[in-house]
């Protein structure tokens, strides 16, 4: 019975092993937790995410997918030319990475993104039509 159960635990360790073959984390992820930043409030991108250098550490610091921007040398920064939706009404566009009021959709209409780079201002009529301009 001793034998049994021993076999079952040796072919249990054996068919696990054999399953985790390339399991092992992503190396660059690996690297990026290992390696100490030297240079204290420095920046760098890892994917899509700014992280910080603080005491000695690589630190994630800004989501640039949350903002609606591209990680680019530590920096969040959108596409040059492309409009999003700001504040109510408002339009952006990015112009040198960054954000900025471009427009404001008419009285009675609002902004919304078609995709991650157009937006429309959209009216609302109250006998159901609706009214657009495209950006």
Do not use: H
Not at 117 to 127: F, K, P, S
Request: proline share 3%.
């Amino acid at each position: 019975m001793k034998n049994t159960i021993l076999r079952a635990l040796i072919y249990c360790a054996v068919v696990a092993a054999a399953l985790c073959v390339g399991c092992a984390e992503d190396p660059e992820s690996e690297a990026t937790q290992e390696a100490a930043c030297t240079e204290e409030g420095a920046y760098r991108c890892t994917l899509n995410l700014v992280e910080r250098c603080v005491d000695g550490q690589w630190l994630p610091w800004k989501n640039c997918e949350a903002l609606n921007t591209t990680c680019v040398e530590g920096e969040c920064k959108c596409a040059e030319g492309t409009f999003q939706c700001g504040q109510g009404p408002e339009i952006e566009k990015c112009t040198m990475g960054v954000w900025s009021l471009s427009d404001q959709c008419p009285d009675g209409s609002e902004c919304v993104e078609i995709d991650n780079a157009t937006v429309t201002c959209v009216e609302i009529v109250v006998d159901g039509g609706v009214d657009s301009g495209m950006y």
